[in-house]
């Protein structure tokens, strides 16, 4: 199918488009760039140097995707940007490439959901199926796995790791790694138990979620050391493999994990 250009639109020799494209009024695409087939670009959305997309994207008004990594030791080298299929960027977020520090480049998955004013910085890897909401700003390097919730006006220390499942509370700082399948929320973020709501919806079996709660519990809140608890926990839910991958993600955790909330505070059934 024939794609639909308007006129005002502004596209260097040098992108490679893809076909069935809908490219609105006043968009840019830069030199080096490729856009997969079924893409949207609304109007005045900017499409940048070295950004490479699949099928089916959709990049809302006044998103700038693919800009020069806000890092002093950047110098104009080639660094990308790369986007997997069906991402529906929204109004105004702000997608950087990588940096030669870093991975060379920023890599966005499938099927994720960037809403308004989302900023993601240079040498991020996101997984697919992500979800950020309006003002979430994660710094360099960070990582979030798939599946992934991250509420409004948050903010991501650089390179934290957030595991699959996670869900992060909105209008809260992370500094550390966030455990995959568990819920995090606070000003300085603390953990508030496996994301139960979240991971009946995306068929989790409850005996895998029982067992998630009972592991938490063990790690985060029976005063054993850290050693001592994984190697109980490991014991006691081998076969349970949401488990494994649980204490796989503290074993290697590099920044520290981010602890529990204070025992006062509000458990999930």
């Known amino acids: 199918m024939a794609s639909n250009i308007h006129p005002t639109a502004i596209i260097d020799s040098k992108a490679e488009l893809g076909d ?26 900017i499409v940048k140097q070295y950004t490479e997309m699949g099928a089916g994207n959709h990049i809302h008004s006044h998103a700038c995707i693919g800009g ?4 002093v030791a950047y110098k104009g080298e080639e660094t990308w940007l790369r986007l ?9 977020v702000t997608i950087h490439r990588g940096t030669l520090q870093g991975h060379s480049e920023t890599v966005v998955g499938s099927n994720c959901l960037f809403m308004a004013y989302a900023h993601v910085a240079h040498d991020c890897i996101i997984g697919d199926n992500v979800i950020m909401a309006n003002s979430v700003n994660l710094a360099g390097h960070v990582e979030v796995g798939d599946r992934v919730i991250i509420s409004g006006m ?6 934290v790791k957030i595991g699959d499942y996670a869900f992060l509370g909105g209008a809260s700082g992370y500094k550390q790694d966030v455990p995959p399948y568990m819920l995090a929320h606070g000003v ?16 989790f079996s409850s005996d895998a979620c029982k067992a998630l709660k009972k592991a938490y519990k063990i790690i985060f809140r029976s005063g054993l050391t850290k050693q001592a608890s994984l190697e109980q926990v490991e014991d006691e ?28 505070g509000h458990e999930q059934d």
């Open 20 to 45: 069935n494209l809908n490219i609105g009024p006043y968009c840019v695409v830069e030199a080096n760039t490729k856009i997969g087939d079924g893409t949207t670009l609304e109007p005045f959305s």
């Open 68 to 71: 020069n990594p806000q890092h």
């Open 84 to 92: 997997g299929d069906n991402n529906s960027i929204r109004e105004s």
């Open 154 to 159: 948050s903010a991501v220390q650089q390179f």
């Open 188 to 203: 300085r973020g603390a953990l508030y138990g496996p994301n139960l709501i979240g991971l009946r919806r995306n068929g």
């Open 237 to 264: 839910f081998s076969s349970f493999p949401e488990v494994m991958n649980l204490v796989t993600f503290i074993r290697e955790s590099k920044n520290g994990v981010t602890p529990a909330a204070h025992k006062n």
